[in-house]
């Protein structure tokens, strides 16, 4: 009997180690069979949990994990090159508005017009027009938007009362408020091209021809709208150094300026002071009667070497509805990130203050991004060189953009 007894304990213990080993045997092949996106956000660790943490919710709809991983700005652009060369890439990348139509051009991402037509155009369709523009190259989109960051201007109510609405307005008020030792700051893009663009466009002009195939610097418009951007640095004191935009708005030096919207939230966190003295507003309208300003921000796309490329694309899907963005929304706001929705939609159920909504959702609705060809980041430094001679040596502005539009062309026909 105590054999007997000895023997069965020996074979309930195997049992159970069998049992066991057959289990985790299970377990990892259940585990190693679940699908599981990987994601590189541009921006912050909290904002990569967030995104994580709505994968959470995506997995229960679809049964696909998602693992998000946030990069620095610094380093995102070689970071995404390096990971293409070693075929290590992420299946999902956000990135600069550019570096899809550049990434694409090499091949690295999955043509979204080709692979998900009917998708695409019901994303395309609820995003702010000038959005839709630069993430279209020639027939081809690598990339949906992420997020939005637009011009707006910032004005204290307590000095000023309303907003220039259009260029008159605009030199009048500077040179009132130059008379008592003030000014106004041009604070996102400056001396640059950003800078510029408005200006150009609210003058009736662009970089290019509408087909991206000839620049168009050298035209009235291009100067007209040169001749105020300029001129705003060269006659009403604007600037042309870097200045610490918070505390000349906070002092009343600078009560007046033009950035991007993501100065909403560092106003409100270091300028508690002036809460409630200050608002915003459209730009000022050039000689068209339009306000446009430049609209940027981060998109997002599938790269070619994922073996989940259906998948990623649902979750790119996913991040563009409306119920979706709003959590992402409102995750900022207990954060020191910025997001601002690029689904138009979604700016129906945002919770945001009239007073800001309004003026944001106008600005980005008469807004234009980048134009949407090969080589724009480098060729961007000929428009900026021609704004410096103007400003800083006083060289003349059709000379200067002729310099400059040569230099678009010759880089067009490389």
């Known amino acids: 009997m105590r054999g007997i007894k000895r023997g069965s304990a ?3 213990l195997f049992l159970f180690f069998a049992a066991l080993i057959l289990s985790c045997l299970s ?12 994601m590189w956000l541009v921006g912050s660790e909290k904002q990569a949990q967030k995104i994580t943490e709505l994968g959470r919710d995506f997995y229960k709809e679809t049964g696909v994990k998602v693992r998000c991983e946030a ?10 090159l390096t990971s293409v060369v070693g075929e290590v890439t992420p299946d999902i990348g956000t990135m600069g508005l550019t570096w899809g139509t550049e990434f694409g051009n090499l091949g690295a991402m999955v043509d979204l017009q080709k692979a ?46 309303k907003p220039p609405r259009d260029w008159k307005e605009l030199a009048s008020l500077l040179a009132e408020l130059n008379r008592n030792g003030k000014s106004m700051i041009i604070d996102w893009g400056g001396l640059g091209w950003i800078g510029y663009s408005p200006f150009l466009w609210q003058a009736g002009g662009d970089f290019y021809n ?11 418009a291009a100067e007209t709208g040169m001749e105020f951007f300029t001129g705003l640095y060269k006659r009403y004191g604007v600037p042309k150094e870097e200045k610490p935009v918070e505390q000349g708005f906070k002092m009343g030096d ?13 106003l409100a966190d270091v300028a508690p002071e002036i809460n409630g003295k200050w608002g915003i507003s459209q730009l000022p309208a050039g000689p068209t009667g339009k306000r446009t300003g430049f609209i940027g921000g981060r998109v997002m796309g599938v790269f070619s070497q994922s073996k989940l490329k259906n998948e990623s694309w649902g979750f790119i899907k996913y991040l563009s509805r409306p119920d979706i963005q709003l959590k992402l929304y409102e995750a ?79 880089r067009l026909r490389k």
Not at 133 to 150: C, H, N, T
Not at 210 to 220: H, R
Not at 383 to 409: C, F, M, P, Y
Request: proline fraction near 6%; include cysteine.
């Open 116 to 161: 998900f037509p009917a998708d695409l155009k019901d994303i395309e369709d609820n995003i702010f027009p000038g959005l839709a523009e630069s993430i279209r190259y020639k027939d081809s989109v690598y990339a949906v938007p992420f997020d939005i960051s637009e011009y707006i201007m910032y004005y204290r109510t307590d000095m000023i009362g």
């Open 210 to 220: 509408k087909e991206n195939t000839v620049a168009t610097l050298d035209t009235a």
């Open 254 to 266: 600078y009560p007046i300026f033009i950035s991007g919207n993501w100065k909403m939230k560092t």
């Open 332 to 410: 900022t706001l207990e954060s020191h990130d910025t997001y601002l929705p690029p689904n138009i939609k979604t700016w129906d159920i945002l919770p945001m203050d009239a007073a800001f909504k309004e003026p944001l959702k106008a600005q980005a609705m008469d807004s234009k991004g980048p134009p949407s060809l090969l080589g724009w980041d480098d060729s961007t430094r000929f428009i900026d060189t021609a704004i410096q001679l103007i400003v800083l040596k006083g060289k003349d502005v059709k000379a200067s953009l002729a310099g400059a539009n040569d230099e678009l062309n010759r």
């Open 27 to 38: 377990g990892c092949a259940k585990k190693s069979s679940e699908k599981e996106i990987l």
């Open 71 to 80: 990069i620095s700005w610094g380093e995102a652009h070689s970071k995404y």
């Open 10 to 12: 020996i074979g309930c």
